[in-house]
């Protein structure tokens, strides 16, 4: 299958309940999540929740 095609199985599987772990580095691709978490130098620099796909401003608690 394409990388669209895997990407749509992916809203599939969420739409019945299940839950996916995503790691890319692909930001088109990241931001069809529901959230996003960033990771830098082993770190988490940044911990964003999304809604239907469209990033908010809303952050979650990140420890710096």
């Known amino acids: 299958k394409s990388g669209e095609g895997i990407l749509d199985l992916f809203s ?5 309940g299940t839950t996916l772990i995503m790691v890319t580095h692909d930001m088109d691709v990241a ?3 529901e ?7 082993g ?6 929740r999304t809604h239907d796909g469209n990033k908010t401003d ?3 608690g990140v420890a710096s």
């Open 12 to 16: 599939e599987l969420k739409a019945d």
């Open 35 to 41: 959230r996003i978490v960033e990771v830098r130098d």
């Open 58 to 60: 809303e952050k979650i």
């Open 43 to 48: 770190r988490i620099v940044a911990d964003d």
């Open 31 to 33: 931001e069809r999540a």
